[in-house]
């Protein structure tokens, strides 16, 4: 009742329902709490409403932006407040001075994006930096690859804007001293606060202290508590002293202190333009280690190091198996070393210094130089780190709890010898990967908590390595934070008097203790409110596609560690994941849809765990794209969980009319037979066709598609009659929708292949069963899987290969036809020797079989937009490569997402507005942009209907461009 009385006060909402509550109790944590509320605040009046409220019933509230935290800090009891999906502006840019201010639900690669034009970035940058925000980063004092060269997030906030637990406001920034003790004389939170830190921490005995027991002040990422060693530098307290800014205090107390609302960025020149990185390899761990310090005499922009766990994982990944191209033999490390300079002369001369003293000291085997987009892909493979490292397969993870020391980098090659003699005691041989420039590896010990043994190793691994760190005098928290996992340690790192410093800070902000209570201050176990509960009895879950892979479904599931790579907006690329794009709701992310699923089919008592409301309001806008397949660095497929779920539900809850008719499309069409044009007039007749998409659920702004007046089979015996002497051989599959909807681009595909000297066969054969699988109709499409393996089983091979037109259809035989089939060994050899016709094509160009001038070379302009199955389980290149062989041709690549149709997703009357936002994302202003005479490409049967749908141009799949221009 109170929580609603405070919803009716507020802009935004909050939300206090049990799928809410699901979706934010984890974070990319090994914790899990449940909140009472979330709450999304639009204005600082909210959070000013929201304050108060919990100052009055003493609830405590957390602040979360993307939830990437990796130890505890935004899970929490009482009322969580995410910014991320209103309080998001840029408020100013500030080009002569160099600034920018913004609000806390900024996206760093976001903001990055936007100050590109004014030569300006923000320094700092994460692995997570296309989806976490600039108030986490702020809460966490973020630092990331860069770190080296452009310092830490502390050192780049200027100005904060922040709520106190009374409600007040406050700003803070660079103040001198007459103006610091003129506001500590008011009667202001803000005049409190400076007139009691004063008094508190102008003592010589306490100001010893800190400097006696904090870490080395050379160690520049470092948390590890309230950063009170960085106030005391202040003129305030320190004759010559640096200006004094409560930020620095501010930047990194995980908002237990205030709760920020504007923050002032400090901005550097975007960094030289010409850049190299060398990919030193190393035989041990230790070798790696021991060249870190003299390589970081040389002017590296980032020093990064990645371990054979790490690139072990990257090998069986969609998306980071194409990105090991430069390794060479089988690293146990590889470090990553990036070099820049404004001109390639200079350039060269320091990656010729650099790499001569790497030769000299001997410790690196192999030192391969990358450059352009080869450099992206290795740190996007050294990113991915976090979320590789849940592809381990089973129960036992690499944990994050000891993946954030940092020591001065003298000490480093010491302190990791001394580090893995301490986990060959506790028989763990950790992960190591991360910024080993900056004195900082993530290393992780690997375990299974869901087992009590390794819950009481996990704080004692975590206990010992505490006590190594201290006596390396050095930062137990680097950069990810103290949350729940490091707090509990802070007072060993820091020593007693000056936890108890740190005690009353938090007393002079949080009197009632209800900021983001448990963390630094008065601290949760580490070992409890854990993810999973301890010794439970594992379910079995019983599913018709096959997951042993992973272990079964509920495994599959668990994968997702919460890294949130799902968030990532549109301006950052790829698929993943369109619903979240554009209703920036965290239900609609893959990671909140694996919450919901782990936490249902974990704890639910039906026969049925399949059986429940709340994952069917979770997974309702998943468009089956496939995104995370190949963009979740744990591969997370929810496609595939969706298809299960589905056929699942329906055994208790009948499908309605119109799931059955989308499912079973090319069934009811083809028995139209010789009706065709009667179907066709009843189709595209608007009072007819209203009423057929009225009473079925359509959307009727939509057009329904036609049947193919030609019939494509027909039309391949006489092709196949006509060229009788074409020798190379291929299978062509003939997927339901181009043969019924589309027969003349499948004709245009069979002219190209028979033109070009192709044998082309056709088998009789079953539909794909796409629309099938989609809808969850999974017995039935599990039976179209087995006939199709055991047809192509015996005659598709590597030299007589099957290739398909419509992406989805084509791509279900590497994809959902090996969890469907019986025949595992027969789906897996199909598999490898199935292609669609763009990657096919590509191949033969590639093999020099098919050239240039079999094609005219009248200019032509073409905008390219990929079917995500393709993106997702192919490669764009294929087709960018394809149409870009007549000599005229210029292409590119439209960088959208979904187009939002996703097969019937976008016919559906309840699905049409955020069908059609989606393709507003991108898409359609993309291709409003463009001139008429521009031809646009898609090669998805669907995403050729949305484009017509929503810009009211005509797409052309791209055999058809290129049968019309074969000479």
Known sequence: MRLKQLSDQLDGEILFDELTKQLYATDASVYRILPSAVAFPKNTLDIQKIIQFATKHKIGITPRAAGTSLAGQCVNYGIIVDVSKHLNSIFEIDEKNKTVTVAPGVIRDDLNMVLKPYNLFFGPNTSTSNRCMIGGMVGNNSSGTTSIKYGVTRDKVLEMEVVFSTGEIAVFGNEIPEEFFSTAKKETAKGKIYNSLYALLNDEVIQSNILKEFPKPEIHRRNTGYAIDELIKGEVFKENGNSFNLCNLLCGSEGTLAFTTKIKLKLDNLPPKETIVVAAHFDSIQNCLQAVQPMMEHDLYTCEMMDKVILDCTKNNLKYSPYRFFIEGDPQAILLMEMRSHSKEDLLNKRNILCSELEKIGLAYAMPVLQNDEIDKALELRKAGLGLLGNLIGDKKAVACIEDTAVALKDLSSYITEFTALMKGFNQKAVYYAHAGAGELHLRPILNLKKAEDVILFEEITTAVAHLVKKYKGSMSGEHGDGIVRSSFIELMIGTENFEVLKKVKHLFDPVGIMNPGKIIDSYSINENLRYVPERIEPEIKTLLDFSDSMGILRAVEKCNGSGDCRKSEMSGGVMCPSFRATQNERDTTRGRANVLREVLTNSNQVNKFNHKEIQHALELCVSCKGCKSECPSSVDMAAY????????????????????????????????????????????????????????????????????????????????????????????????????????????????????????????????????????????????????????????????????????????????????????????????????????????????????????????????????????????????????????????????????????????????????????????????????????????????????????VALHPVSILNHALL
């Open 642 to 953: 969706k298809a299960e779920f589905d056929y699942q539900f329906q055994k208790e809850n009948r499908p309605s009319l119109r799931t059955k008719l989308f499912a079973h499309f090319d069934h009811y069409q083809n028995k139209v037979g010789n009706l065709k044009p009667l179907a066709n007039f009843i189709f595209s007749n608007s009072i007819t066709s209203f009423v057929i998409k009225k009473s079925l659920g359509i959307a009727t702004k939509r057009n329904l598609p036609l049947i193919s007046s030609v019939s494509l089979y027909k039309e391949y015996q006489a092709l196949k009659k006509q060229f009788t002497n074409n020798t190379k051989l291929l299978y062509f599959f003939a997927d339901e929708f181009t043969s019924i909807n589309d027969a003349s681009l499948g004709v245009d595909a069979l002219q190209l292949l028979f033109r070009l000297g192709y044998d082309v066969n056709w088998i009789q054969h079953k539909p794909s069963g796409r629309a099938l699988i989609s809808k969850g109709f999974l017995e039935e499409a599990k039976s179209y899987a087995d006939e199709n393996v055991a047809i192509f089983k015996n005659t598709v091979s590597k030299d007589h290969p099957l290739v398909g037109i419509e992406p989805s259809a084509i791509l279900t035989f590497r994809d959902e036809y090996l969890r469907l089939a019986s025949d595992k060994n027969s789906a897996q050899s199909l598999a490898k020797n199935t292609y669609t016709i763009d990657e096919f094509l590509a191949s033969e160009i590639k093999r020099g079989a098919i050239t240039k001038d079999l094609f005219s070379s009248e200019p032509k302009t073409i905008k390219l937009h990929l079917h995500c199955h393709q993106k997702a389980l192919s490669l764009v290149k294929h087709t960018f490569e394809l149409l870009n062989l007549p000599v005229n041709f210029q292409v590119t690549v439209i960088p959208s997402g979904c187009c939002g149709m996703a097969g019937s997703f976008g016919y559906e009357k309840e699905h049409y507005e955020i069908s059609m936002k989606m393709g507003e994302l991108t898409l359609f202003p993309a291709i409003r942009k463009t001139k008429n005479d521009v031809i646009i490409a898609a090669t998805g049967t669907s995403c050729r209907h949305q484009i017509q749908d929503g810009t009211g141009r």
